[in-house]
Nanobody, 120 residues
Framework: QVQLVESGGGSVQAGGSLRLSCVAS?????MAWFRQAPGKEREGVAYLTGGGTPYYSNSVKGRFAVSRDSAKNTLYLQMNSLKPEDTSMYYC?????????????????WGQGTQVTVSS
């Protein structure tokens, strides 16, 4: 069992930055960030494979950076040049093996989410 706890969300103006954190209670292989805005489908944002290779959705590539501190069992999402369309609830997800893609079904463990609001 893996428990995930996100933090770091908040309200910022467009162009600003935020860093999200996700602390995992146990071993995880692949970790990812997803987001979901009201009335919209869940969207994959970025993931980090067990080997440390990052992958980003086109909507955040070049603005967001995902990283992991294995000693702290923590996944980070550094979000720069934020836009109003980045406003969403952000969720951390993890698995213990198998596929590692920006597909929700690849992940069996989810956090409770942290809200990010970007104003114009």
């Amino acid at each position: 069992q893996v428990q995930l706890v996100e933090s770091g969300g908040g309200s910022v103006q467009a162009g600003g930055s935020l860093r999200l954190s996700c602390v995992a209670s146990g071993y995880s292989y692949c970790m990812a960030w997803f987001r979901q805005a009201p009335g919209k489908e869940r969207e994959g944002v970025a993931y980090l494979t067990g080997g440390g290779t990052p992958y980003y959705s086109n909507s955040v590539k070049g603005r967001f950076a995902v990283s992991r501190d294995s000693a702290k069992n923590t996944l980070y999402l550094q979000m720069n040049s934020l836009k109003p369309e980045d406003t969403s609830m952000y969720y951390c997800a993890a698995n213990r093996g198998g596929y590692c893609r920006l597909i929700g079904a690849d992940f069996g463990y989810w956090g409770q989410g942290t809200q990010v609001t970007v104003s114009s």
